[in-house]
């Protein structure tokens, strides 16, 4: 039962804040797929379709990579509340006609989890509870170095609030933060999400000249990707 204390904003806000596992999936389509009779690979492509559709416990929205990357042809950015479901999904996508002639060549998935640096998520960082996608989703893990942990919270809550304050400089540019440490090989997975890249990649060379960034020990490899309806995105692996 619901408390009578709680109204709908707080709610929202509890939604929003709980722990969700987010994940990035790459796959790559083996040359023989667009080999195969016209009829098959309809077939194959509506199957898998149907899966995405039909698992209702996980947001699904696809994107090309097609050409953007040799070892990716298309990326499915999946929310859900836990890790199970998520495999489960795969493995019934991989034995769909046309998950059979693809290859996962990359796995980025992390945690939500409140910022220890600000109080509150800002519009620009809630792209992870938006409807409407924007055209260009950049995606690439990255690691901090040893020495920035090492220092005390007041430094690098100053190093961040100039951080901060350039992202809010390029406030048409969307941002999602996984927190993977302990999870993956890396700490953290960003990712950007935006209508003009140019915008975008002015923004990261802004960042790459603050204090923070001699902190960063890796943020590779980047992925960029095309959003376009799930039919749209598996018509162009042939």
Request: aromatic content about 10%; hydrophobic content about 35%.
């Amino acid at each position: 039962m619901r408390d009578m204390q709680t109204g709908p904003a707080e709610e929202t806000t509890a939604r929003a804040e709980r722990p969700r596992f987010v994940q990035y999936l790459f796959f790559q389509a083996d040359p023989h797929w667009r080999r195969l009779p016209e009829e098959q690979r309809c077939a194959g492509r509506r199957e898998f379709a149907q899966v995405v559709e039909q698992t209702r416990e996980i947001k699904t929205f696809a994107y090309s990579t097609l050409g953007l990357k040799v070892d990716a042809d298309l990326m499915l950015w999946r929310v859900a509340d836990s890790l199970e479901c998520l495999q489960e999904m795969l493995s019934r996508l991989l034995q769909t006609g046309l998950g059979q002639y693809l290859r996962v060549t990359c796995s980025l998935f992390g945690m939500t989890r409140p910022s220890t640096y600000t109080k509150r998520r800002t519009v620009q960082e809630q792209a992870i509870d938006e409807q409407e996608r924007l055209p260009y989703f950049i995606v690439y893990p990255f690691s901090k170095t040893t020495e920035w942990y090492l220092m005390s919270k007041d430094a690098r809550q100053g190093m961040m609030n100039e951080h901060m304050r350039v992202g809010h400089e390029y406030g048409q540019v969307r941002q999602v933060l996984l927190y993977t440490t302990g999870l993956d090989d890396q700490e953290f997975v960003v990712a950007y999400e935006t209508d003009d890249l140019y915008s975008y990649q002015g923004l990261l060379v802004a960042l790459r000249a603050t204090e923070a960034r001699r902190y960063t020990s890796k943020d590779q490899p980047i992925f960029t990707a095309i959003h376009r309806p799930l039919e749209e995105a598996l018509a162009l692996l042939g």
